[in-house]
């Protein structure tokens, strides 16, 4: 007559079925986990994705800096920035050895560039792809300094409303 309670032989008398509530505590904890795998996961493919941007940028940048190392030891004179001017130019104008005037950019899609001003072909020629297409040009400059040396500035960002530095490069070339 007196029922007297023992608590595992209550748990067996259930036959191991969970409780509702036993069941929405494990999924609880199970999306809690799931939620933590999924932001290590991403923080990692993110800064991945970053550094193989800036990877990508450093090595276009690099190839676009060994190029007009090449062509302006070979050169005559730089053209165009001068030194007497106040601010720096999109552009660069050499002439080399041939008396050939050779122009340099970057084109509207990033692309670095060449033009020979002095053919009647005005189709420019690509030197350098644009590294990636989640990156642009922020900046590209040269400027000519007093005692002769050219310099060259470039910056990538990511593309986007906040526009991120990936790298930035500075360089300075001695003519000859």
């Known amino acids: 007559m007196f029922h007297v309670f023992n608590k595992a032989n209550d748990l067996m008398s259930r036959n191991g079925a969970f409780t509702l509530i036993e069941v929405m505590v494990a999924m609880a904890l199970f999306s809690i986990l799931l939620f933590i795998f999924y932001m290590i996961v991403s923080q990692s493919t993110t800064r991945t994705r970053q550094q193989l941007e800036s990877m990508y940028a450093m090595g276009s940048a690099r190839r676009v800096s060994e190029f007009l190392s090449r062509k302006l030891k070979n050169s005559i004179e730089v053209v165009h920035p001068r030194p007497d001017q106040s601010e ?64 060259f500035y470039l910056r990538y960002a990511q593309s986007g409303d906040q526009q991120e530095d990936v790298i930035a490069l500075f360089d300075s070339f001695a003519l000859r």
């Open 88 to 151: 720096a130019s999109e552009y660069c104008i050499i002439k080399e050895e041939d008396g050939a005037l050779v122009q340099f950019y970057f084109n509207d899609r990033g692309d670095f560039a060449s033009r020979n001003l002095s053919k009647e072909d005005p189709n420019p020629m690509i030197l350098v792809k644009k590294p990636r297409s989640g990156l642009v040009i922020k900046n590209a400059a040269w400027v000519m300094r007093v005692d002769g040396a050219l310099e």
